[in-house]
């Protein structure tokens, strides 16, 4: 289906990213499943292309773009060209906005630039062994030394964990207070900064997601981003930028999972003929095209309202529970219409499926999606009893 959203000069930066993606992420991707991660030269190559950071002001080394197209754009194409477990999108626009949106001048100026050229790769710390979708459960405490910050306490689950050089980590500053976190950025050779092994996973296999600890880390008051008992609520405003980022994710890789079956199908025969002409394979095609155009222009709609700063919280959730959900589906079917095949890991739509799993996990699970978009209907049990 024709999309709408995009101007001419959306459509050739499409066609170079293309080319870069499949000539340095695409090209590297089975050598990188087999070492265990992404080369951090990738991030290099980005970056000299533009590709890292393109919100940033230009003094910064950015190319102050704040159209998210560009960004979803870069998404998509690495997502069907590229490497799946190359994070730049967590790097340019999960991460690195924390420091734009919150730091000052001096931090700006000095985090900012490296970030923008891959020198820097990036990585956010919320998640510890007790506390992920509840975040106010977290343990990882930060004290108020007066010259600087004492951080103690551990991260799991860390996207970027072992290639990471700079850190936001969310920690209690406030004993008393459920929601008294700050935030702090913590950089690679920082004493007391350790990261344990990279985490065996079902799929994503050269995502490098790692833990993280911390043992009296001495955080400067430099590193402090915002007001160090605001973290929670700048977390909370984060969050629907990486709802958006996973729901683009989710839906391009539900897309090229769509097109790996569809060529599968026309081409495997059973019983003198494709696949794809039993009437039940064409069913579950159609099924699948219209909930994947649909929820296209959902997500698609969805990208020009962030762009126009109105993105409400509930609808980034429904594009993530709905995304998320989709692609596990497409997938599923996927690996059903190309019987043993489809369990075989040579085959694409394999590691796709696995890959998929963690999208209703991750950036929230599908459960706490319909928590937000059920509590935005007044149904909010903490408010009803
Ligand atoms: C590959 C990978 C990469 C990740 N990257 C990062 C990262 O870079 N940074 C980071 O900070 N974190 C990261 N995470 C962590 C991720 O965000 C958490 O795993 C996720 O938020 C879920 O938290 P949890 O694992 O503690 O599950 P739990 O919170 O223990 O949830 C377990 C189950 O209970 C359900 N549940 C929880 N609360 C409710 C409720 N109120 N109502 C109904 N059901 C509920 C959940 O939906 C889930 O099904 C990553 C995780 C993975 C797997």
Known sequence: ???????????????????????????????????????REAFVKAGEQGYLLMWADEQYGGAGVDDFRFEQILSEENVRYGDICFYHTLHSRLV?????????????????????SGETILGIAMTESGAGSDL????????????????????????????????????RTVPDSRHGLGLFVVERGMAGFERGRKLEKMGLHAQDTAELFFENVKVPKANVLGDPAMGFKYLAQNLVEER????????????????VTLD?????????????????????????RAQLDALQ?????????????????????????LTSELENRVLD??????????????????RMFTDARVSRIFAG?????????????????????
């Open 136 to 171: 106010t459960g977290m343990k990882t405490r930060a004290e108020d030394k007066g010259g600087y910050w004492l951080l103690n306490g551990s991260k799991t689950y860390i996207s970027n964990g072992i290639h990471g050089d700079l850190f936001i980590v969310a920690a």
């Open 96 to 116: 690195g906005p924390y420091i734009g949106r919150l730091g000052n001048e001096e931090q700006k100026a000095r985090l900012l630039p490296k970030c923008a």
């Open 264 to 288: 599968y199908i026309k081409e495997r025969r059973a019983f003198g003929k494709p696949i794809g002409a039993f009437q039940n394979s064409r069913f579950k095609m159609a099924e699948l």
């Open 333 to 350: 079917e996927g690996v059903q219409l190309h019987g043993g095949a489809g369990y075989m890991d040579e085959y694409r739509i394999c």
């Open 1 to 39: 289906m024709r999309r709408l959203i995009f101007d001419p000069e959306h459509d050739s930066f499409r066609d170079s990213a293309r080319r870069f993606f499949q000539r340095e992420i695409g090209a590297n991707a089975e050598r990188w499943r087999r070492q265990g991660f992404v080369d």
């Open 244 to 259: 958006l980022i996973s729901a683009v994710g989710s839906l391009a890789h539900a897309q090229v999972g769509f097109d």
């Open 297 to 321: 222009v959902f997500v698609d709609q969805a990208v020009l309202e962030h762009n126009a700063g109105r993105l409400p919280p509930e609808t980034a959730a429904e594009i993530k529970l």
């Open 365 to 385: 699970s599908s459960e706490i999606m319909k928590e937000i978009i059920g509590r935005s209907l007044g149904l909010d049990d903490r408010k009803m009893s």
